[in-house]
């Protein structure tokens, strides 16, 4: 593998030969929790890590078309070294990084505002620095189209991994697998799905990783963004644990699994289970080069519908019909996935511009609007895959829903899956040449393998 200066260098100057004006892209600033001294740990953006490789506070590089690159660097205080230790000087950044450093202050009148490019920043300093040295704020909604030329880049370098970014990702995975079995092994009746929760946070800890998100664990699976851990694990709940780790350089991973507190599935649990799996497993199949992931959701979306009339679940028409006519949304509203790197909806700080192909927008329709991903797969590029069911009482309860119901959903068949509240199944991809490597498939996901580890038989 090459080595890590030679990665970012080659980084920086395929993006420099995209630029037609310089760029300008900013680390950030750790935001506050409550007030200025008591922040969140502070994480670089996304496209600075993926240029510069190190989280520096309040840095910026600037990158110029030909070539070249400046990293400014925030002088410490005189007081910094007694509250926060020793800053490396600008000649240590320099040599480890392979990039010349100077002081921030430098940035200031060293080019025309007009002529430059950058891209959102999120904390609330940071856009006001950047606001001072290019006279604008930048973001998703209103990119000018200086800045616009200058996220197409980024996107077009981003959305295929290279080598070294692939091994980080093969790494939060494999962290990821053993926090996903630590959890499973933890999990019985009576405990708190917090303890469970810290179960994952420990193990990410234990290995230099962070979490790549707010981790979900929940007996509550309906709700499908749930961050309530509040909850005595009881006999018959589904316990949803949707947890990542990200590796010390910021790449991502993304998995879900639905276990069995008890330590097996009822009938009803493993009925759609195994109907999520398969639609899972569906998904998985069709992924190559050329193929659109609006095409292989629609194909999930297929097979959940079919399995869903066969448990009489929904009924009054074909699969076709049930997703053109919103039904099958009732159960499984969101996408099928996303891309995935150093951001766990990777670039989504850009909007739809990353996810949708030119020329593709988003669809308002139910079983389209929430699809984060309206592409042709690429090798190179990193998705989830994560079909789910959802029996959410209040969403089915809905008056805008109530049409759907009493047309298509067979309520007292419903009634009989009340203890199946939410499953959901999610595994990272790698887009390969002729088909798709599954970087998360060794955590367990059958049901047998499951309850054998639930069970403590494996």
Known sequence: ????????????????????????????????????????????????????????????????????????????????????????????????????????????????????????????????????????????????????????????????????????????????????????????????????????????????????????????????????????LEEGDLLLIDAGAESPTGWASDVTRTIPVSGRFSSTQRAVYELVLEAQKGAISALRPGVRFRDVHLLASRILAEGLLELGILRNGGPETLIEEGALALFFPHGLGHLLGLDVHDMEDLGDRAGYAPGRFRSTHPSLRYLRLDRDLEAGMVVTIEPGFYHSKGWLAHPQNAPLVHRFVNVDILNRFSDVRGIRIEDDLLITQDGAECLTDSIPKEVEDIEKVIGGTC
């Open 1 to 232: 593998m090459p080595s890590l200066q030679h990665t970012f260098l080659k980084r920086r100057q395929s993006l420099a030969s995209k630029l037609r004006s310089p760029a300008l892209i900013f680390a950030g600033h750790a935001p506050p929790r409550n007030f200025p001294a008591n922040t969140y740990p502070f994480r670089a953006s996304s496209h600075f890590l993926y240029l510069v490789g190190m989280s520096i506070e309040g840095a910026a590089i600037l990158v110029h078309p030909d070539g070249s690159s400046t990293l400014f660097v925030p002088t410490p205080s005189p007081d910094d070294e007694l509250w926060h230790g020793p800053s490396p000087s600008l000649e240590t950044i320099s040599s480890l990084l392979g990039i010349e450093a100077q002081p921030f202050e430098g940035l200031k009148g060293s080019f025309r505002k007009e002529a430059i490019a950058s891209l959102p920043v999120h904390d609330e300093k940071t856009r006001l620095i950047q606001q001072e040295l290019i006279g604008r704020i930048v973001s998703a909604s209103s990119l000018s189209p200086i800045d616009e030329a200058l996220a197409d880049a980024i996107i077009s370098l981003r959305l295929h991994h290279d080598e070294a970014a692939i091994a980080e990702v093969r790494h939060a995975a494999s962290i990821t697998k053993q926090a996903h079995l630590e959890a499973m092994r933890s999990t019985r009746v009576g405990r708190g799905a917090w303890e469970i929760r810290a179960t994952l946070l420990a193990l990410f800890a234990h290995n230099h990783c962070t979490p790549a998100y707010e981790p979900i664990v929940t007996p509550k699976g309906e709700i499908l963004h749930a961050r309530d851990s509040n909850h005595i």
